[in-house]
């Protein structure tokens, strides 16, 4: 797996036409393949957590047919069997590494179940742009997975996922976005979530299903791809900082990050298809010299794991 990091200041216009510094943006990039059988391996494994479960997977639903989708990919790529292995095969299959990542872990969970049954309430395509709850509890558990990867202890809770960090409780409120007509409206409902529970807060966008569906990035390198997403979380940010000085300078929540993840076609690249994910953060101006620091702690530790 490839990991790119950098960090620079945000700056915003003010009204006099000064630019004043908002917050610092930091992206953390990642991009990772895997081999056809190791994701039919994945997409059983999968199947069986629901199995062990006793959660049914009825035929017809998303789950059963990525399974069998990368079962067919796998087999016909030993065939050799190139009229089988298309490109539509081959991008609804690149999903099950991203699930099987973020739901394998569910298996140490005691009320797994109720994220489960929740992951076949509707369509969880990565491809299709379509709201559903079902991606609104792959996203929280995707951060919620990713945060123990790097050595952050999280835990499935109220507002959505909380994390222990040295003498702070961070409350991370998970939020997906399906159009930007509503910005404003998310982010108010996340601010809220922390506020009611949590002295210090995370608020966690995720912008898959703001990108154009059925379509992948085409691009030349990991690089080229990494600053693609880069460019698009700082267009998002750029848009909407008016949203969020207003919602989040005020309150508990100082810290924003915002995530796309996305398949992209690399030419120079083998295999071509990939998955890549950035992570952009921004925090408030203005912060207290101890909350800062304990933040910067915070921030270091997730992006340099």
């Known amino acids: 797996m490839a990991i790119n990091r950098n960090t620079e200041q945000v700056w915003v216009p003010t009204k006099s036409g000064l630019v004043i510094p908002a917050g610092v943006a930091s992206n953390r990039s ?23 479960n006793n959660v049914p997977l009825p035929p017809g639903c998303y789950f059963a047919d990525l399974v069998a989708d990368v079962t067919k990919l796998s087999d ?28 394998l872990p569910l298996a140490t969970v005691p ?33 919620w997975s990713t945060l123990n990867r790097r050595g952050i202890t999280a835990t ?24 930007e007509n509503n910005v404003a409206k998310v ?4 601010v809220s979530q922390i506020e009611a529970t949590h002295k210090f807060g995370l608020l966690a966008l995720n912008l898959d299903d703001l990108l154009p569906g059925g379509k992948i990035l085409q691009e030349t390198t990991e690089e080229a791809m990494g600053e693609r997403i880069q460019e698009i979380n700082h267009l998002f940010l750029n848009t909407h900082k008016r949203h969020f000085m207003r919602y989040l300078q005020p309150g508990r929540v ?15 690249h083998k295999p071509q298809f990939n998955v890549g994910s950035q992570a952009t953060f921004w925090t408030v101006p203005g912060l207290p010299s101890e909350k800062l620091k304990q933040l910067q702690r915070f921030h270091f530790q997730l992006m340099e794991q």
């Not at 929740?118 to 079902?134: K, V």
Request: glycine share 2%; net charge negative.
């Open 187 to 190: 982010l108010s409902q996340g």
């Open 254 to 268: 100082i810290l924003t990050m915002v995530s796309t993840t996305l398949l992209a076609d690399l030419s120079s």
């Open 30 to 52: 990642t991009s990772s393949t895997q081999t056809y059988l190791h994701l039919k391996d994945k997409a059983k494994a999968v199947e069986q957590l629901f199995i062990d």
């Open 76 to 103: 016909a790529w030993l065939m050799n069997d190139l009229d089988t292995a298309n490109a539509q095969l081959l991008f609804r299959a690149s999903a099950i590494d991203r699930i099987a990542d973020a739901v």
């Open 156 to 179: 499935l809770h109220e507002p959505d996922l909380v994390v222990h960090f040295e003498d702070a409780t961070v409350g991370i409120a998970c939020k997906k976005l399906y159009s």
């Open 111 to 143: 009320n797994r179940n109720k994220y489960l049954t929740a992951l076949t309430s509707g369509s969880l395509d990565l491809l299709q742009r379509e709201q559903s709850m079902a991606k609104d509890i792959f996203w929280e558990l995707e951060l």
